[in-house]
């Protein structure tokens, strides 16, 4: 603690020239990243930072002029000497958040022994937290869900609405919001007592109370033009869990299995889109591949696979196998 302070002293109060912000911040950056690797090259920190070598060069003497003992090396990089380190306090609330967003991820995405050592690293990391930013995942902690995810893509996440309606539910404020649905498009104005986010199929969904509609809907969340934080303030005593409530749409919701035959050739046409449309599994059959959906809308999957033409074959159910057939003769008629 003795050795963050003078270096804190340093920058506020001692060094020969002014700092503003987001150098203070840099600075910072640098000395942990220093402390996550055994040797790092000026040429990283550049590019990471998006500054030039001369500005690192710079950044570094700083550092050393502050107290900090680093070592350079030519061709090397730099290190800071064995058992230096500072204390790991300065985690903002976006970070603690993406640490939780991160195990939630995980334990849909490893292994059972490998998601147990990330989790069991997070308590660690967790442990340095600020009271304040503790407290703030506690009170988020049951409000974001991970049902299904392709650990090969990155999640989607919009960071400034994600922020905004954490904020709103940790706070308990209404949000205003702008949304335009898909199908049909359409643009409404609506008063929203956020409840939960979860993400599915690589989107993030808010569930909230409508005020317009006086009832619970599912919103995704890129699909809002306008959020703001109201000053209105709302009870959650009244509503559901996120989780009771995403209970009572699985028991409610019919799904449709769909099983699709696909040759070799056509696999990476469908390879990113198919997770997009309730894809479950997939399994080789002969020279093909079978590929197993679940999904609550027929129409949806059928207008998806009418783009794939003739890369595709519905082995199963035979409602979409007919409703394929009847979209097909409609396009014909259209187009004379």
């Known amino acids: 603690m003795k050795d963050f302070l003078n270096f804190f002293n340093f920058l506020y109060f001692e060094a020969p020239h002014v700092f503003f912000m987001n150098r203070i911040d840099r600075l910072t950056a640098i000395l942990t990243h220093l402390q996550s690797k055994r040797r790092v090259r000026a040429s990283e920190l550049a590019a990471r930072f998006e500054v030039s070598l001369?500005?690192?060069?710079?950044?570094?003497?700083?550092?050393?002029?502050?107290?900090v003992p680093i070592i350079g090396e030519a061709g090397q990089g730099y290190s800071l000497v064995e058992g230096y380190r500072l204390p790991p306090i300065m985690f903002s609330r976006e970070?603690?958040?993406?640490?939780?967003?991160?195990?939630?991820?995980?334990?849909?995405s490893l292994d059972a022994q490998n998601s147990k050592s990330f989790k069991e690293a997070l308590i660690k990391i967790k442990a340095v937290l600020k009271s304040t930013e503790?407290?703030?995942?506690?009170?988020?902690?049951?409000?974001?869900?991970v049902l299904k995810t392709?650990?090969?893509?990155?999640?989607?996440?919009?960071?400034?609405?994600?922020?905004?309606?954490?904020?709103?539910?940790s706070e308990k404020k209404v949000i205003a919001s702008t949304y335009v649905t898909f199908d049909p498009e359409h643009t409404t104005h609506r008063e929203l007592e956020p409840v939960g986010l979860f993400h599915s199929y690589e989107q993030w969904y808010l569930m909230a109370y409508c005020r317009l509609r006086k009832d619970y809907r599912t919103f995704r969340l890129?699909?809002?033009?306008?959020l703001d934080i109201t000053d209105i303030s709302y009870s959650t005593a009244k509503h559901?869990?996120?989780?009771?409530?995403?209970?009572?749409?699985?028991?409610?919701?019919?799904?449709?299995?769909?099983?699709?035959e696909?040759?070799?050739g056509s696999l990476k046409y469908i390879a990113n889109s198919k997770y997009n449309n309730g894809f479950v599994s997939e399994k080789r059959v002969d020279k093909l591949t079978e590929m197993t959906f679940m999904s609550s809308s027929i129409e949806g999957f059928v207008r998806w696979i009418i783009s794939l033409g003739d890369m595709v074959l519905v082995k199963e159910p035979p409602l979409l196998r007919a409703r394929l057939a009847e979209l097909i003769g409609e396009i014909k008629e259209m187009q004379g």
Request: no cysteine; aromatic share 6%; glycine share 2%.
């Open 222 to 226: 890129d699909r809002f033009t306008v």
């Open 240 to 260: 559901p869990s996120l989780q009771s409530y995403l209970d009572k749409i699985a028991s409610e919701q019919k799904l449709y299995q769909i099983i699709l």
């Open 54 to 67: 001369r500005t690192i060069y710079r950044d570094v003497r700083s550092l050393e002029e502050s107290g």
């Open 134 to 145: 503790k407290d703030f995942l506690v009170e988020v902690e049951d409000t974001i869900k």
């Open 95 to 108: 970070e603690a958040l993406a640490l939780l967003v991160a195990e939630k991820m995980v334990e849909k």
């Open 262 to 264: 696909v040759p070799d």
């Open 150 to 169: 392709n650990s090969s893509r990155s999640m989607n996440m919009s960071s400034k609405a994600f922020q905004l309606v954490l904020q709103a539910i």
